[in-house]
């Protein structure tokens, strides 16, 4: 069983930056393709990022050029470092990992992100 949990989240100010952490335990972590999405109250859940298990990464268009995803295997753990963040980008942002690119098997829970104005 692949379990995923992220934390990073917190509140900040428009214009600062965060990094979010996704940590695995279980699984084959390396063979996964992982993303990042993101859902506010009353909004379809959002794509953010994804970085594919041989490290080829896709943005959203609004994302393009202020996150960046990564990962390291050794760790277990995909990141989401965010630049530039604005109010618009308050969310719960969720990873989701798996061996699909555009249906994940496995989920976290999510971190909060509060971005004030």
């Known amino acids: 069983q692949v379990h995923l949990v992220e934390s990073g989240g917190g509140l900040v100010q428009a214009g600062d930056s965060l990094r979010l952490s996704c940590a695995a335990s279980g699984g084959s972590f390396s063979t996964y393709n992982m993303a990042w999405f993101r859902q506010t109250p009353g909004k379809e859940r959002e794509f953010v990022a994804r970085?594919?298990?041989?490290?080829?990464?896709t943005y959203a268009d609004s994302m393009k050029g202020r996150f960046t995803i990564s990962r390291d295997n050794a760790k277990k753990t995909v990141y989401l470092q965010m630049n530039s963040l604005k109010p618009e980008d308050t969310a719960v942002y969720c990873c989701?990992?798996?061996?699909?690119?555009?249906?994940?098997?496995?989920w976290g829970q999510g971190t909060q992100v509060t971005v004030s104005s």
């Open positions: 970085i594919s298990w041989t490290d080829t990464t």
């Open positions: 989701a990992g798996g061996l699909g690119t555009v249906r994940y098997a496995y």
